[in-house]
């Protein structure tokens, strides 16, 4: 019932190929608690396959005294369906709050079995969000190119001025013409990376094999900034190519990953980042100006185990200036999020002590839809961009 058993050409029963088509984890509980089957957004949701599901009883994988296990004794008492709205589902193993709609049903055909639909209120959330950082970007644009107008000729004659000055000035006020000029400059440089933001010309996209971008973005760590850092790697060997710039995919990940490395840095032996690359079917995203629907199944995470983000910034992370460094500018993620909306995906952060994971989401390449169809491994390894700013 698996992806990996489909990639690897089972063709599954009706009945399994429409309950995997559901973008919703379903359960099928018996008259005992234990779960019968759970389709695939189901493994997803408990990350767990639907074997290790099999041998679980529902009470076990749900918060203690969870308001789903008296939902469902009452479904089978009164013999039909009833819906539940907002139930936190999050356990210590799946991360912090998992809120959900619950839809519970009576299977009449079996009695005393129920099925459970659960419908993930953070996938509405996480479109609003990412809509958010979207026009937040938008509104960097905009005021990037202002900037680049208004400040930087100004700045020109400031620090022109102050070196006429310092050509005649004592060796005291030399210091603070130096001061001119070097805060003139560090504001040029940051008017500069601010720019990036202003570049909206279409970039070129195609095959990528996301293993070759983690491997080469790792190596760069490893010889660096993480240098003392464990890496942990979970890679789907099935995963097809996805849909994207190498050079951008690399700056993305670089990001996130030296993002990460600073938040365990005081852990020393204990600092670990982990990899992973995942199928998630069942995502998918209206983008504005397109009728249809884009398919985002594939998934690439970047976790850490520092201290978390502080919950009051989580909201509003990959918003510009928004920042927990004390010498951070607050531009890398927001450049991050820039660059995967431009890719039409989605980013996204769930937080809390020991387990901070960022998580992308982006489409696969598909050859029957793109004029030149390359396999993925036939991509060459390109140099990467210095990484920028984050957190």
């Known amino acids: 019932m698996t992806h990996a058993a489909e990639y690897r050409g089972q063709i599954p029963s009706d009945g399994e190929a429409i309950l995997n088509a559901l973008p919703n984890p379903v359960l099928l509980v018996a008259p005992d608690g234990k779960i019968v089957d759970a389709n695939i957004a189901a493994e997803s949701f408990f990350e767990n396959s639907t ?18 296990l008296a ?74 190119a202002m900037l680049a107008h208004e400040i930087k000729n100004p700045l020109s004659g400031i620090r022109g001025a102050a070196q006429l000055l310092e050509q005649q000035a004592s060796s005291e006020d030399r210091l603070l013409t130096r001061l001119i000029c070097d805060e003139a400059d560090r504001i ?72 990460a490395a600073e938040a365990v840095v005081d852990l020393g032996a204990d600092a670990e980042i982990q990899l992973t690359t995942a199928f998630r079917p069942g995502v998918r995203l209206s983008v504005p100006g397109k ?26 992370l990959f918003d510009p200036f928004v920042t927990t460094k004390p010498t951070g500018s607050g ?28 998580r992308v989401l982006l489409p696969m390449y598909s050859a029957s839809k793109h004029a030149e169809p390359s396999h993925r491994d036939d991509v060459p390894g390109t140099p990467s961009p210095a990484p920028q700013d984050a957190k």
């Not at 531009?331 to 989605?346: P, Q, S, T």
């Open 51 to 68: 074997q290790f599901l099999r041998r679980q009883s529902l009470k076990e994988l749900v918060p203690f005294g969870s308001p789903l």
């Open 71 to 144: 939902l469902i004794e009452q479904v089978r008492n009164a013999g039909s369906p009833v819906n539940e709205y907002k139930v936190d589902l999050g356990t210590p193993r799946m991360g912090g709050d998992r809120l959900v709609d619950l839809h519970v049903a009576p299977l009449a055909e079996r009695p005393g079995h129920i099925v459970v639909m659960l419908q993930e209120r953070t996938i509405a959330d996480k479109m609003d969000r990412q809509l958010t950082h979207r026009s937040a970007a938008r509104s960097v644009i905009a005021l990037a």
């Open 188 to 259: 040029v440089t940051l008017v500069d990376r601010m720019e990036v933001f202003g570049d909206d010309r279409p970039v070129a996209r195609g095959p990528v094999n996301i293993h070759s971008v983690l491997d080469h973005v790792k190596r760069l760590a490893q010889s660096g900034f993480a240098r003392n850092v464990r890496f942990v790697e979970d890679y789907d060997p099935s995963l097809p190519p996805v849909l994207a710039n190498q050079d951008q995919l690399i700056q993305v990940f670089l990001n996130l990953v030296k993002n």
């Open 291 to 316: 009728k249809s629907r884009v398919s985002l199944p594939l998934e690439f995470c970047v976790k850490d185990n520092g201290p978390g983000v502080p919950e009051d910034l989580l909201p509003n």
């Open 331 to 358: 531009l890398g993620l927001a450049l991050v999020a820039k660059i995967v909306g431009d890719h039409g995906g989605i980013i996204e952060c769930e937080s809390q002590p020991r387990k901070t994971t960022f």
